[in-house]
């Protein structure tokens, strides 16, 4: 399964000029712990950067003014991300390796089509080992109800 098959594409996202205040009023409106920084190139968003709760966090508790930070001053520059072809597997060594929690999706064109978080793919790896652990449960089911008639008929 391909990272865009999965990923959010609904992405927040802003320019490299918006202040720290506003970054933080979208991220609580929006409930979200990251916003993807762009630019237009021929009319495509390129992520140029990213930005977390946790940036915020840390600018605001070290800055003596916190109120003229801009994004750009604090973002992580060209961010890491996943191509939206990648494997499950690749997207998590990727973050692993770059210690990274989120990661912006791109084409192949490098524009941006979602973001993917660690919390996404915890959460869909625990439904699949939950279904996979099920299989013995519907394997003895099956096994009970195709016993049962052999049983039945070695009694008569």
Request: with cysteine.
């Amino acid at each position: 399964m391909s990272i865009k098959a999965i990923c959010n594409s609904n992405v927040v996202t802003m320019e490299r000029g918006t202040t720290l205040k506003e970054a933080s009023d979208l991220m609580q409106r929006k409930h979200v712990g990251s916003i993807v920084v762009t630019e237009v190139e021929g009319g495509k968003k390129i992520p140029c950067g990213i930005i977390t709760d946790r940036d915020i966090a840390l600018a605001v508790g070290s800055s003596i003014r916190p109120q003229d930070l801009r994004v750009e001053q604090i973002m992580r520059n060209r961010p890491v991300t996943a191509k939206g072809s990648d494997g499950i597997y690749d997207t998590i060594m990727r973050m692993r390796d770059n210690g990274v929690k989120r990661l912006p999706v791109v084409n192949a064109d490098g524009s941006l089509c979602g973001v993917i978080c660690a919390d996404d793919l915890l959460s869909m790896m625990g439904d699949e080992i939950n279904s996979l652990a099920k299989i013995t449960e519907v394997q003895i089911k099956k096994e009970r109800g195709l016993r049962a008639p052999v049983e039945m008929r070695i009694e008569m």
